[in-house]
Each structure stands twice: as C-alpha cells, then as structure tokens.
C-alpha cells in the first residue's frame, strides 16, 4: 500500500474519514481511522482499525458511556460482551472498578479467585450493615496467624504455639476470648495466655494463680484472694476457696 491509495474526506474542521494511509499511530498501521475534535481542540476522539494483529480502537480522551435497553423487558439480557477466545481484561490503573445492582453474580466454571495485598473486605463495616453471609462448601479451609475466626477454627497462632502439648483446646479457647478485650499490642490478654501457659507445667492451680497475678489488671492480689484461686482451682469446690481466704486473712491480719 502506498499514499497514493490513500484517502481523506473531511467534513468540517472537527471531523475526518482516512484510509489507506502508510502514517503508524501507537495501535500501528490504520486501515481506517475515524476522528474528531472539540471546538477549542482540547478533547479527542477516534474509532480505528489497524493492520498486523487486526486491532480494532475505541479512543476517547473524556468521559465515555454507552445506555442500552429502555425498551427491554427487565428479564432480558439488554447488553452482551462476548469473548469467544482469549481473556477479558479490565483495568482502572489509577481508580476504582465498581459494579452496582439489585444483585450481582460471579459465575466461575472452574475457580474464582479475590486477590488484593492490603484487605478484602466483604460486607458493610458499620455494625447491622450486612445481615448475613453464608458459606457453602464442602470443604472449607482456613490459614490464619490471628484473628477471631482463625481462633474459632483454631487455625490461630495461639494454637498452634500449643500444639502437641497437654493443654486441652478449651482453655486455649478460654484463653483466646481475651484476645480482642486485653491491654496489650493485638489486643492479647496477658493473664489468659499466662494461666494457659502455667496450666500447661503445673496444672491448674498453677494456672489459676498466673492467671490471677498477671492479669489482675488492679484487683484483688492479697494473700487471702490467692489462697481462695488456689483452693477452689484445686478442689473444684468455691466453698473450700472461701474457707481458705478467711483462715489465711485471719494469720495475716
């Protein structure tokens, strides 16, 4: 193809039609190139097809909408795309990609993957928001270092820390509430984890009374009081423990 088989018609000083040009844009070669211009010259917009791999180019350097369907039924499908081969690809680079419907479905025949470095968030982050989430599957797996739901599977890195030990799963549980209501960095109780931890090597009076010591969080620490920890975490029996409190209260005082 040479420029002498090249074709212009313009049609005032805002629209043209051009074919069979030898000029390459960024797409490569044009078959055809359809443009037109502001006014002012400030905003472009073109429709192009290109040789080589057979590009066919919707450029617009402002806002671009297509409307469809106002004569649909609303059980019809009003606006088709199709890709027969290949992938579908849609990119914000510097913005957000938001759908928005009475109901949206993600149909996937094979996976369906949600990706994202930071967070995926899933529901509305006021409390009542979201009324429900549902999870159907017949295996469902989980992988966490923390986290309320890593607690409850006990997938959670308190668990596993304790795994293999003689330390019965409902005391890491016990332990494991404290997490989300304690004073330290993460929100962890030192006294749940402390009375887990001595549970572990020195039985449940030991664990009762690291328990009491290090999370006291300003309570009670007399003699008296650990006595009565001691005495019922040993005997089952509150009664004992307060028996215990009162004799030790009474040498003390």
Same mark, same amino acid.
């Given at each position: 193809m040479n420029q002498e088989s090249r074709e212009i018609k313009t049609f005032g000083p805002q629209f043209l039609i051009e074919t069979g040009t030898n000029?390459? #844009?960024?797409?490569?070669?044009?078959?055809?190139?359809?443009? *037109?211009?502001?006014?002012?010259?400030?905003?472009?917009? +073109?429709?192009?097809?290109?040789?080589?791999?057979?590009?066919?180019?919707?450029?617009?350097?402002?806002?671009?909408?297509v409307e /469809? &369907?106002?004569? /649909?039924? %609303?059980?019809? +499908?009003?606006?088709?795309?199709?890709?027969?081969? &290949?992938?579908? /690809?849609?990119? =914000?680079? $510097? #913005? %957000?990609?938001?759908? $928005?419907?009475?109901?949206?479905?993600?149909? =996937? =025949?094979? !996976?369906?993957?949600?990706?994202?470095?930071?967070?995926?968030?899933? &529901?509305?982050?006021?409390?009542?928001?979201?009324? !429900?989430?549902?999870? +159907?599957?017949?295996?469902?797996?989980? !992988?966490t270092k923390g986290g309320n739901i890593g607690d409850l599977l006990k997938k959670s890195s308190l668990f596993a820390s304790f795994a293999g030990s003689f330390v019965p799963g409902a005391s890491i549980a016990a332990a494991a509430a404290g997490m989300y209501g304690g004073a330290t960095p993460g929100g962890f109780s030192l006294g749940s984890i402390?009375?887990?931890?001595?549970?572990?090597?020195?039985?449940?009076?030991?664990?009762?009374?690291? &328990?009491?010591?290090? *999370?006291?969080?300003? *309570?009670?620490l007399s003699l008296g009081s650990l006595a009565n920890t001691a005495a019922t975490a040993y005997t089952g029996n509150p009664l004992i423990g307060n028996v215990a409190e009162s004799a030790v209260n009474e040498v003390t005082n």
């Amino acid at each position: 193809m040479n420029q002498e088989s090249r074709e212009i018609k313009t049609f005032g000083p805002q629209f043209l039609i051009e074919t069979g040009t030898n000029r390459v #844009g960024h797409a490569g070669k044009s078959v055809y190139f359809i443009g *037109g211009v502001t006014k002012k010259g400030d905003v472009k917009n +073109n429709i192009s097809f290109h040789e080589g791999k057979g590009l066919a180019r919707y450029y617009t350097e402002k806002e671009f909408q297509v409307e /469809c &369907g106002i004569k /649909c039924a %609303e059980s019809e +499908n009003s606006y088709r795309t199709i890709v027969h081969k &290949g992938n579908y /690809c849609v990119n =914000a680079d $510097k #913005g %957000e990609i938001r759908l $928005k419907g009475k109901t949206i479905i993600i149909e =996937a =025949a094979d !996976e369906l993957h949600l990706l994202a470095t930071n967070k995926i968030q899933i &529901g509305y982050p006021e409390p009542g928001g979201t009324k !429900e989430i549902l999870l +159907n599957a017949d295996i469902v797996h989980c !992988e966490t270092k923390g986290g309320n739901i890593g607690d409850l599977l006990k997938k959670s890195s308190l668990f596993a820390s304790f795994a293999g030990s003689f330390v019965p799963g409902a005391s890491i549980a016990a332990a494991a509430a404290g997490m989300y209501g304690g004073a330290t960095p993460g929100g962890f109780s030192l006294g749940s984890i402390a009375q887990v931890a001595a549970t572990a090597y020195g039985g449940p009076v030991a664990g009762a009374l690291a &328990g009491q010591l290090v *999370g006291g969080g300003g *309570g009670d620490l007399s003699l008296g009081s650990l006595a009565n920890t001691a005495a019922t975490a040993y005997t089952g029996n509150p009664l004992i423990g307060n028996v215990a409190e009162s004799a030790v209260n009474e040498v003390t005082n």
